[in-house]
């Protein structure tokens, strides 16, 4: 049976050559995607959808351009390129978009991540039901029940690269997401809500389907009588699970695009110390079994280990090909993978009882972060501490700051990666952290 995606990226690459276009990068991608959301004790919506997706980059007379379509027919693609390659002509010339150069190609890695699980592609309604109401019964038997969610999500995805200077790349994956969104009635007329979704690529890596259930339960409760928290400045222990969203806000500036628009606190700072010594930070794509994992990006640079931060000095960012040309800066990929912050050697209730007092944040709320200033407010859920121990839950309150000045004042790291995320983040201590609220 031939294979409908590279013929049609096949067709696409000759059309392009023909309409005129000195090079041309195409990718087809065919993705489906499931959900099964259980409410109440009933089945509230199922939806299954499949897409096919074909985009073309050209480069035609010096300019440049993307284009994407989903109607991969012959009689239409045709028609399709034609006018991309048209409509690419009319804009104005851009020296330095080029085709990625064939020797960053070379040295792809052979290696099986494991990134496909035939029991997750291959998954039926009846099993994604079953897992919805075992997930409902598991929450069961506390009358501060107000409502439950529960859901399953799967995914299955094939990409198809082909380019006019040789490239050819091929990438399947499949993923696995379940979980529950609980409220609970609180103090008066207050409630408490909180949800605890785990994803992996491969079933095997999921946690029992009743581990997933108490975790939720266990994370709702210590939301109960949630009062707003006061305003110091003092220790904050962040969860590993929110750990990752303070990493993602400290990285936004490490990229060569931020550079070239110097919007970035990181620029001028590459072989500097620049953060704790606590720190060290790395895009990993050749995880096994990795959220983040690829043998290539969406350049084609083959996939390489890369060491953005080593022991609180930068060594690396993320550069692309177009702004790498620009900063006259070699490439290293210009998109981020599987980020992996090396954990430390303690638990989390070691880091606890390091502290003594402070706040042990368990989520964020809003909020944003500067690249260009490393200026950052957050809003946070979480606990406080006293004498070592997570005490009544706080809210509606703020941590701001800079975030080179939060990071050259990270004290100690856990040994508890968060592993249901492309951002492998250990619960993390910091000192000296500004906290606003009552």
Not at 132 to 159: F, H, M, N, P, T
Not at 295 to 314: C, F, P, Q
Not at 354 to 368: E, Q
Request: proline share 4%; aromatic share 8%.
């Amino acid at each position: 049976m031939p294979d409908k995606m590279r013929l049609a990226a096949e067709q696409a690459l000759e059309l392009a050559r023909k309409s005129g276009a000195q090079d041309a990068w195409v990718n087809v991608v065919r993705s489906r995607d499931v959900s099964h959301e259980y409410r109440d004790g009933k089945l509230e919506k199922v939806k299954d959808a499949t897409s096919r997706t074909l985009s073309v980059a050209l480069y035609v007379d010096g300019r440049y351009a993307s284009h994407s379509t989903t109607d991969l027919r012959e009689q239409t693609l045709g028609a399709f390129i034609v006018n991309a390659v048209g409509l690419t002509r009319a804009l104005q010339k851009d020296p330095f978009r080029k085709i990625t150069p064939p020797e960053l190609f070379k040295g792809r890695s052979g290696k099986d991540l494991e990134l496909v699980d035939p029991a997750i592609r291959n998954l039926q309604p009846a099993q994604r039901l079953a897992w919805c109401k075992e997930l409902y019964e598991g929450i069961q038997g506390d009358k501060r029940l107000i409502s439950a969610s529960c859901a399953v999500y799967d995914g299955s995805s094939r990409s198809l690269v082909l380019s006019s200077n040789g490239f050819q790349g091929e990438q399947e994956g499949t993923s696995l997401w379940m979980g529950a969104d609980l409220t609970f009635h609180d103090q008066g007329d207050k409630r408490a809500s909180t949800g605890f979704y785990p994803g992996t690529r491969q079933l095997a890596d999921m946690p029992p389907v009743q581990a997933i259930a108490r975790e939720a339960l266990k994370r709702v409760r210590q939301r109960l009588g949630v009062r707003k928290g006061p305003s110091l400045k003092g220790y904050m222990v962040v969860d590993a699970r929110a750990a990752g969203r303070l990493i993602s806000s400290l990285v936004g500036g490490a990229t060569a695009r931020a550079f070239q628009q110097k919007r970035s606190f990181w620029l001028g700072q590459i072989g500097r110390k620049m953060f704790s010594k606590n720190l060290t930070l790395t895009d990993d794509p050749l995880l096994p079994r990795g959220l983040g994992s690829r043998l290539y990006d969406g350049e084609g640079i083959a996939a390489r280990s890369l060491t953005l931060v080593e022991k609180g000095v930068v060594r690396n960012i993320y550069a692309d090909t177009y702004y790498g040309r620009k900063l006259k800066m070699a490439p290293t990929t210009g998109s981020r993978s599987n980020l992996l912050v090396e954990p430390g050697h303690q638990s989390l209730p070691d880091l606890l009882a390091a502290v003594g007092d402070g706040i042990y944040v368990t989520s964020w709320l809003g909020g944003n972060a500067d690249n260009t200033t490393g200026e950052f407010s957050l809003g946070l859920r979480g606990h406080l501490i006293r004498k070592g121990q997570i005490v009544e839950p706080v809210g509606e309150m703020n941590v701001t700051g800079n975030l080179r000045d939060l990071f050259s004042n990270l004290v100690a790291l856990g040994n508890d990666p968060w592993p249901y995320s492309s951002l492998r983040t250990p619960s993390m201590l910091f000192e000296g952290v500004s906290f606003s609220g009552s």
